[in-house]
């Protein structure tokens, strides 16, 4: 049975998240809902990550199994004029970028080795920033924000940030990247890992 990966990217303004929820809209139930219009197959996609409402992403993956391969669906030719036809039906906040056949096994979940996030911070008033970067016009010590940014590549046990009712049998992680640079006239904290934890927030 074919499995296909499939990569796309997405304003996640309007969503409440990445992956399929009840009564809520979710990017995946966008791009299900796509996939069937165009190829008039119901498919069942299974997402790399879960991320929060609001959260933007310029890559994430789907992985999803068939039963027989793109060239021998009736309503398909190949793979570019599917994302072509479903990238018409999309909404403007969400665009797939490529499709490939993986091996069967393949799990866009675990067989990832790393990923990362990028948080802005903007320090003048921006309207065209409200929605994917953090107002912030007080003074900052970049120095400590480093310093402190590099602390964290020391620990590899999150236990104490990490919420306890989860699937995961471990709270340990590996930080490759903890780092504030700026970019134009934004300062950016970005932080790569082999994976990360749903976090605990007190409440």
């Not at 970049?142 to 306890?164: C, H, N, P, W």
Request: hydrophobic share 35%.
């Amino acid at each position: 049975m074919p499995r296909y990966f499939l990569e796309l990217q997405y304003k996640g303004t309007r969503y409440s998240g990445f992956q399929e929820q009840r009564n809520a809209n979710t990017v995946q139930a966008e791009v299900e809902n796509a996939f069937t219009t165009v190829t008039r197959l119901g498919v069942s996609m299974t997402g790399s990550s879960r991320t929060d409402a609001g959260v933007h992403a310029r890559q994430n993956y789907f992985h999803f199994d068939m039963e027989k391969p793109v060239a021998e669906w009736d309503s398909m030719k190949d793979i570019p004029t599917l994302l072509y036809k479903m990238n018409a039906v999309l909404p403007d906040d969400i665009m797939v970028k490529g499709m490939e056949e993986v091996k069967e096994d393949a799990h866009c979940r675990f067989d990832a080795v790393a990923r990362e996030y990028r948080y802005y911070i903007y320090r003048e008033k921006d309207p065209f920033l409200k929605d994917r970067a953090y107002y912030f016009p007080y003074k900052l010590d970049i120095e400590l924000m480093q310093r402190a940014a590099g602390v964290l590549k020391e620990y590899e046990d999150f236990t104490s940030f990490s919420k306890r009712n989860t699937q995961v049998k471990s709270f340990r992680c590996k930080i490759e990247v903890s780092e504030w640079y700026t970019e134009g006239n934004m300062l950016v904290f970005h932080i790569r890992a082999n994976r990360f934890l749903r976090e605990w927030c007190g409440r």
